[in-house]
């Protein structure tokens, strides 16, 4: 007997007065019938409890793992095809990378069959789907004679010469012989066959790096003469960017000498305009390895971003060891059919998932440090806490009874504030992670807690009646069993669940304070004025207009709007654009253009710290979607921290992007 099963999944959206679908096809391409079998299937876009199925029986569902049945009896013949379909999703399909991207049939006797699928067909689109960074060819002349992302603050160079092969380093003390062996080691991985950094013997040009004293942290000035230049910076950062300019000039005149040029004369002197240039990743949706992350922080240090926001923890996977807690990466760090974890955004019915040691992590932050580049770990609580409270459920309110659930699907989701054993977790881990990231900063997320939280929890409506009185209380209890009404982030505010989160982040950012550390979260951290702001920051991330807001009112701010910055969001509104969209969709010339200071007071720009690219993986199922969604807005980005508004321009941007190195080398082919 062979058995042999394929998967097509379609939709279409409501339209001419029919309801949107999202259908399941499976066809038996086997020779045997098969019968009692249930269809697992993950992806995106998942059926949430508005949804209705026609011609299935709902199994099971825990956010976008869903498993179904075919009708009591039904026998799928050789040759025959069952097709299920899904109406009345409450958040429907708008990119190919929605659908079902792995799917299984577990057959009668258990065992398993994973299927093949193809990404979800459309109604009415046949155009190419795109993967793969999007092609920026170098033109054949450029508005810039040099290469150079983010473009500095001045460039009065002279003359052009024919591209040095490479750099002779010749560092002048201690910070500078630490920049020149980071930068060799940088362009060695990044562009491994190029030499740039090779000896006189080798035509290496001869390049001083030297000790200035005065200039700013991260500032540099890069002199040139005929045949040798020399960079000046006050510290061992400023060194090492001003290497990376001259990195970027002799690549781009190497590699395209018909469009730019490298000095023979002049200067460079060059800033930042924001002291913090991030770029966050998320690493539980998706498993990054650390040779991934690596890379990662290289292609960073080369778009002179100064900041790694990793993010450790969500409701599908926990990913960092701690060692006094083995189950959390035991349990928390790996999805699969009939785990604590199911499969989750394409992660399949095998164990898959993985976490990072305390020795990767020491590597990774000692590569980071290296290149400049400082991490701040993220630990997302109280809400994202799925994965955590499967691994210790434990850390539950012994007498919780009913359900809720967050916008993502997970249900009970929440580390319950009133519970005491969750404030000991906290600092054993606080504690642990501050061990590892000497950055000293300890990022707490506290975004989208759902509204119904707690709900069932006699110990939170306790602390509610405490914190807020009677009035609350009930006003609390009446969202038991709210499975629908699930919104959180700033829709909260005001609510009995805002007023236990405040509760638990200003507990949480006290000892992280006594620590002698800053305080990072989601702006939903500012709920209720929860944590000290001369100790902490918040990222806005759900509109533009919150982090002037957030600014005026003290808040020390980094700006990512999902609009703009989330580089999980599409590049188009088109299907064929793989990516998120509960945002909408922006083009890297869209993200370029974005402006984090518009719309900032005098007063509120004293509290601008700068910006952040986030990637958020649910989308990237794939490592040529990673490489069309990060890149080049990735690049777009870091030159909008860099450089000042009235020094940028697309133009430029557009001719000289092309040079930049991106993550997996995914081209799109369209
Ligand atoms: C919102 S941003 C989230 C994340 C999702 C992201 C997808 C934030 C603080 N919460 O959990 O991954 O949207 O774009």
Avoid at 5 to 25: C, F, N, Q, R
Avoid at 103 to 112: E, F, K, Q, R
Avoid at 392 to 407: A, F, H, K
Wanted: aromatic share 10%.
């Amino acid at each position: 007997m062979t058995i042999s099963l394929s998967l097509v999944t379609t939709w279409s959206p409501a339209k001419d007065g029919e309801p949107m679908g999202y259908g399941l096809e499976l066809t038996n391409n086997g020779d045997e019938p098969i019968r009692d079998f249930q269809l697992g299937f993950s992806g995106p876009a998942r059926i949430d409890p508005t949804a209705t199925l026609e011609n299935g029986i709902l199994l099971r569902r825990l956010s976008n793992h869903t498993l179904i049945a075919p009708p009591q009896g039904f026998v799928l013949e050789p040759g025959e095809k069952w097709t299920a379909i899904a109406r009345g999703l409450s958040y429907g399909l708008r990119h190919w990378s929605d659908g079902a991207n792995s799917a299984y049939v577990v057959l009668s006797d258990g065992t398993i069959v994973t299927l093949a699928t193809t990404p979800t067909q459309a109604k009415g689109h046949n155009s190419p789907l795109l993967k793969g960074a999007a092609k920026f060819p170098i033109p054949p002349k450029a508005p810039v004679p040099l290469s150079i992302i983010p473009w500095p603050q001045s460039v009065a160079t002279t003359g052009a010469r024919t591209a040095p092969p490479g750099f002779d380093l010749q560092p002048q003390g201690e910070g500078a012989g630490r920049a020149a062996a980071a930068f060799a080691g940088l362009v060695d991985d990044l562009f491994p066959v190029e030499g740039i950094v090779r000896p006189l013997s080798e035509a290496g040009m001869p390049v001083s790096i030297v000790h200035k004293p005065g200039l700013a942290a991260e500032a540099y000035e890069i002199g040139f003469t005929a045949d040798s230049a020399t960079v000046h910076a006050t510290t061992r950062q400023g060194m090492f960017y001003g290497l990376v300019t001259l990195g970027q000039i002799l690549r781009g005149a190497r590699q395209h000498p018909q469009t730019f040029v490298f000095p023979t004369g002049g200067t460079i002197t060059d800033a930042p305009g924001f002291g913090y240039r991030g770029c966050h990743l998320d690493v539980a949706r998706q498993f990054y390895s650390t040779a991934e992350v690596s890379r990662l922080i290289k292609l960073l240090a080369w778009n002179k971003l100064n900041k790694f926001h990793w993010h450790l923890s969500e409701d599908e996977a926990w990913r960092l060891e701690i060692s006094a807690y083995p189950q959390l990466t035991e349990i928390g760090a790996w999805r699969g059919h009939g785990k604590a974890l199911p499969p989750l955004l394409g992660s399949g019915p095998y164990p898959t998932g993985g976490y990072y040691s305390k020795n990767a992590v020491r590597q990774i932050v000692a590569l980071a440090d290296s290149l400049a580049v400082s991490v701040i770990p993220e630990i997302d609580i109280p809400g994202h806490s799925y994965a955590l409270l499967q691994a210790l459920p434990e850390l539950r309110d012994p007498n919780e009874t009913g359900e809720y659930q967050s916008v993502q699907g997970f249900p009970n989701n929440s580390l319950n504030p009133a519970h005491e054993p969750v404030y000991r977790f906290m600092e054993t881990v606080i504690d642990e992670v501050l061990e590892l990231f000497p950055a000293g900063i300890f990022h707490v997320g506290a975004d989208e807690v759902p509204l119904a939280a707690w709900s069932g929890s006699p110990l939170a409506l306790d602390m509610i009646e405490k914190l807020g009185g009677p009035e609350m209380r009930r006003k609390h209890e009446a969202q038991f069993n709210q499975l629908g009404n699930h919104h959180g982030a700033d829709e909260i505010e005001g609510s009995p669940t805002a007023l236990l989160q405040a509760h638990f982040i200003r507990r949480v950012h006290d000892y992280i304070s006594s620590k002698g550390a800053i305080t990072g979260g989601w702006e939903e951290a500012a709920h209720g004025d929860a944590v000290d702001k001369g100790k902490s920051f918040v990222i806005g991330w759900r509109n533009v207009e919150v982090n002037a807001e957030l600014a005026e009112r003290g808040y020390n701010i980094v700006v990512s709007p999902g609009q703009r910055y989330y580089l999980d969001m599409a590049n188009g509104v088109a299907w064929a654009e793989p990516g998120a969209g509960w945002a909408g969709w922006s083009g890297p010339q869209e993200t370029y253009e974005f402006e984090a200071r518009a719309g900032f007071s005098e007063h509120a720009l004293t509290h601008l710290l700068g910006i952040q690219a986030c990637i958020w993986s649910e989308s990237m199922t794939d490592r040529a979607i990673f490489d069309r969604l990060v890149f080049p807005r990735l690049s777009a980005i870091a030159e909008s921290g860099w450089t000042l508004p009235e020094r940028k321009s697309w133009d430029r941007f557009k001719a000289l992007v092309g040079t930049m190195p991106i993550m997996y080398g995914h081209w799109s082919e369209h």
